[in-house]
């Protein structure tokens, strides 16, 4: 069954320093990828998506992702955190092909960001 | 475009007592997704809809869950004789499945958190 791991269930960073999550999936076919960002007593906002068309994916926020397909991973990563970074961030994949849609979480990793 | 809205965002019930929550999906989304979310967890999709029709439910939802969309656009999720393991956040989304991909994106609504005392 396709799983999504994410490395790290905390992870602190002072303002201004490099945000690296990460995400590994398990998959022979490359799924369809996600990161959704979730703030405390809300629902989750899409980040980025990778679809099988460019390897490097900008979203929103200033946040990107690179798919590796050798490494089965989808890495998070912003160049400069913001204080309003801190919050929770879930890797998330649609197994390919599907028909459904149907979403499959990682356990989600905390974001701390220090002044 | 208002979003996804759910309602109650908040419920209290007592073990043994039936909830249902509300879900109203973004306007002309055809498809229609329930998740839960425990403490510490990602969500895990229990069951989704294209239109009306309950395409697929999780094992996770046992007898005692039940879905409907009855017109095709919003959606409820009643829970009967509740159980302190139903403690949860539920999550609904909705997308617009453009093609049989299975891609689009879903937006999801701020949740309902149950408590089951």
């Known amino acids: 069954a396709q799983s999504v791991t994410q490395l790290g269930s905390h992870v602190s960073v002072s303002e201004g320093a490099l945000v690296l999550l990460r995400c590994n999936y398990s998959s022979s076919v490359p799924p369809y990828l996600f990161w959704y960002v979730q703030y405390p007593n809300q629902g989750l906002q899409l980040l980025l998506k990778y679809t099988s068309a460019a390897t490097l994916v900008k979203g929103i926020n200033g946040f990107e992702a690179e798919f590796k397909k050798s490494e089965t991973s989808f890495h998070l990563t912003k160049p400069s955190a913001h204080m309003s970074d801190a919050a929770e961030y879930f890797c998330?994949?649609?197994?390919?092909?599907?028909?459904?849609?149907?979403?499959?979480f990682g356990q989600g990793t905390t974001l701390q960001v220090k002044p | 475009d208002t979003g996804v809205s759910q309602n109650p965002r908040h419920k209290i019930t007592k073990r043994g007592q039936n909830v249902t929550f509300r879900c109203d999906p973004i306007?002309?989304?055809?498809?229609l997704y329930w998740y839960r979310q425990t403490l510490g967890q990602g969500p895990e999709f229990l069951t989704y809809f294209q239109n009306e029709a309950q395409l697929e439910k999780s094992r996770l939802l046992s007898d005692r869950f039940s879905a409907e969309r009855p017109k095709g656009s919003f959606s409820t999720l009643e829970i009967q004789r509740t159980e302190q393991g139903d403690s949860a956040m539920y999550l609904c989304?909705?997308?617009?499945?453009?093609?049989?991909?299975?891609?689009?994106?879903?937006?999801f609504g701020p949740g309902t958190r149950l408590t089951v005392l």
């Open positions: 306007s002309e989304h055809n498809r």
């Open positions: 989304a909705s997308s617009l499945a453009r093609d049989s991909l299975g891609s689009d994106t879903q937006y």
């Open positions: 998330a994949v649609i197994p390919a092909p599907s028909n459904t849609g149907k979403l499959i």
